[in-house]
């Protein structure tokens, strides 16, 4: 029998005009992201002799998004989306020139301090998924979270190519990409004033569900849906982070050229946001658990590519694979997480669940350039199978859940 679900009204012409904008802010906002991974280690060896430290500004761009996620989710909460996008492009802006500035003093820790600066900026980013989910209904869910996601295909060409532009166009090299950062948090700014959010709920709203008082956090943190979502988003980006920050240095370490590794993370950024234009469908007709199962494969396939060698193409390929196994299953957990919440909740508990995702990411950015120094890239792709084993348990019990109620209902 066909579901009646699958019958759902086309959205307006706003929205989707809206959907567009908040795409085009993801794809810039990540562009700028995508650059700092693929230049910031690279430029900090130029002048800088300890390399186990190469990684640390990306680290601390994480840590600063463990620093923001509370107060940027509950700025956009009781001031609107548009002010606490403003302020995350502001940081975006910030970041750059400080990280810029750093770079062209040769001094490593201003470098970190713009890249604390950044973790701002990328902690808003990272709301534009659920600002897509509030303009849309119910059964929009998945393909909106999806199709804001897909905004990360025009930031995988745009990054790395600005990086290959412009990492030697100024003294020192990689300067002129710090400055088109800025530039791309600048343009982020203005686009933001033409997007239309909902309004800001006054009072308790009008619905039931907004009528009810808020939920202390630790209870809806123990929902076995938000502990699965959340794991599984963790390991998502965690696995993600650690293979990914430390895939240039690897590239470069192994005889290979600079080009090639800006070529990875190009490929790497078009995994991660090309499946976007079909993930939400597939969740849409397959259910959310079954696109987590086959992220977490593509990812432990993705890892065994990496294993085979060093040469381009297992870069290439391992990258590749990272990206889109990503993709399954870190879109299926966000879509997971915006179920666990009512209205009047929804910035506590998208703060929490960033905050625990860029704890996971932070800890693997980190460990990324210290390990491979010490252990080299083999041993890296090794490591990131225990992170794929929890996301697997984390999966396996969330689909017994669901069969277990289920099986109760009928």
Same mark, same amino acid.
């Given at each position: 029998?066909?579901?009646?679900?699958?019958?759902?009204?086309?959205?307006?012409?706003?929205?989707?005009?809206?959907?567009?904008?908040?795409?085009?802010?993801?794809?810039?906002?990540?562009?700028?992201?995508?650059?700092?991974?693929?230049? @910031?280690?690279?430029?900090?060896?130029?002048?800088?002799?300890?390399?186990?430290?190469?990684?640390?500004?990306?680290?601390?761009?994480?840590?600063?998004?463990?620093?923001?996620?509370?107060?940027?989710?509950?700025?956009?909460?009781?001031?609107?989306?548009?002010?606490?996008?403003?302020?995350?492009?502001?940081?975006?802006?910030?970041?750059?020139?400080?990280?810029?500035?750093?770079?062209?003093?040769?001094?490593?820790?201003?470098?970190?301090?713009?890249?604390?600066?950044?973790?701002?900026?990328?902690?808003?980013?990272?709301?534009?998924?659920?600002?897509?989910?509030?303009?849309?209904?119910?059964?929009?869910?998945?393909?909106?979270?999806?199709?804001?996601?897909?905004?990360?295909?025009?930031?995988?060409?745009?990054?790395?190519?600005?990086?290959?532009?412009?990492?030697?166009?100024?003294?020192?090299?990689?300067?002129?990409?710090?400055?088109?950062?800025?530039?791309?948090?600048?343009?982020?700014?203005?686009?933001?004033?033409?997007?239309?959010?909902?309004?800001?709920?006054?009072?308790?709203?009008?619905?039931?569900?907004?009528?009810?008082?808020?939920?202390?956090?630790?209870?809806?943190?123990?929902?076995?849906?938000?502990?699965?979502?959340?794991?599984?988003?963790?390991?998502?980006?965690?696995?993600?982070?650690?293979?990914?920050?430390?895939?240039?240095?690897?590239?470069?370490?192994?005889?290979?050229?600079?080009?090639?590794?800006?070529?990875?993370?190009?490929?790497?950024?078009?995994?991660?946001?090309?499946?976007?234009?079909? @993930?939400?469908?597939?969740?849409?007709?397959?259910?959310? @658990?079954?696109?987590?199962?086959?992220?977490?494969?593509?990812?432990?396939?993705?890892?065994?590519?990496?294993?085979?060698?060093?040469?381009?193409?297992?870069?290439?390929?391992?990258?590749?694979?990272?990206?889109?196994?990503?993709?399954?299953?870190?879109?299926?957990?966000?879509?997971?997480?915006?179920?666990?919440?009512?209205?009047?909740?929804?910035?506590?508990?998208?703060?929490?669940?960033?905050?625990?995702?860029?704890?996971?990411?932070?800890?693997?950015?980190?460990?990324?350039?210290?390990?491979?120094?010490?252990?080299?890239?083999?041993?890296?792709?090794?490591?990131?199978?225990?992170?794929?084993?929890?996301?697997?348990?984390?999966?396996?019990?969330?689909?017994?859940?669901?069969?277990?109620?289920?099986?109760?209902?009928?």
């Amino acid at each position: 029998m066909t579901s009646p679900p699958q019958q759902i009204q086309p959205l307006d012409r706003g929205t989707k005009a809206n959907l567009f904008l908040l795409a085009c802010c993801q794809a810039l906002g990540q562009a700028s992201n995508t650059m700092m991974v693929a230049a @910031t280690a690279l430029s900090i060896v130029t002048f800088y002799p300890n390399r186990d430290l190469a990684t640390l500004p990306a680290t601390l761009t994480h840590l600063g998004v463990m620093a923001s996620v509370f107060p940027a989710a509950l700025l956009m909460q009781r001031q609107g989306r548009r002010l606490g996008f403003r302020v995350g492009s502001g940081f975006g802006m910030a970041g750059a020139a400080v990280i810029g500035s750093g770079l062209y003093l040769a001094n490593f820790w201003i470098m970190c301090l713009g890249g604390f600066l950044l973790g701002y900026a990328v902690a808003s980013l990272h709301q534009y998924r659920f600002a897509a989910v509030e303009m849309v209904p119910g059964l929009w869910r998945a393909r909106a979270i999806s199709w804001v996601t897909a905004g990360g295909v025009v930031a995988g060409i745009l990054g790395p190519s600005l990086v290959r532009l412009t990492h030697d166009a100024w003294v020192p090299i990689y300067l002129a990409t710090y400055a088109a950062m800025f530039a791309l948090h600048a343009i982020v700014f203005t686009v933001v004033s033409f997007i239309r959010f909902p309004p800001v709920p006054v009072g308790t709203g009008g619905t039931a569900a907004e009528a009810l008082a808020p939920r202390h956090l630790r209870l809806i943190a123990a929902q076995p849906r938000f502990v699965a979502a959340v794991i599984s988003a963790m390991v998502a980006f965690g696995v993600m982070s650690f293979l990914m920050s430390a895939s240039p240095l690897a590239i470069v370490g192994c005889g290979l050229p600079h080009a090639e590794a800006h070529w990875v993370i190009f490929m790497h950024v078009m995994g991660m946001f090309v499946p976007a234009f079909f @993930t939400g469908n597939l969740i849409t007709r397959f259910g959310t @658990t079954p696109v987590m199962f086959v992220g977490v494969l593509i990812l432990a396939i993705g890892v065994a590519a990496g294993v085979q060698g060093v040469d381009a193409w297992n870069f290439r390929i391992a990258l590749t694979l990272n990206g889109v196994g990503w993709n399954f299953l870190f879109v299926g957990a966000t879509t997971l997480v915006t179920t666990c919440y009512r209205a009047n909740e929804r910035g506590k508990v998208q703060a929490l669940n960033d905050f625990l995702v860029f704890g996971t990411t932070a800890t693997a950015s980190f460990l990324a350039g210290f390990l491979l120094e010490r252990m080299g890239w083999l041993a890296l792709n090794a490591f990131a199978v225990v992170l794929l084993i929890a996301a697997l348990g984390a999966v396996t019990w969330l689909w017994a859940q669901e069969r277990r109620v289920a099986q109760a209902a009928a």
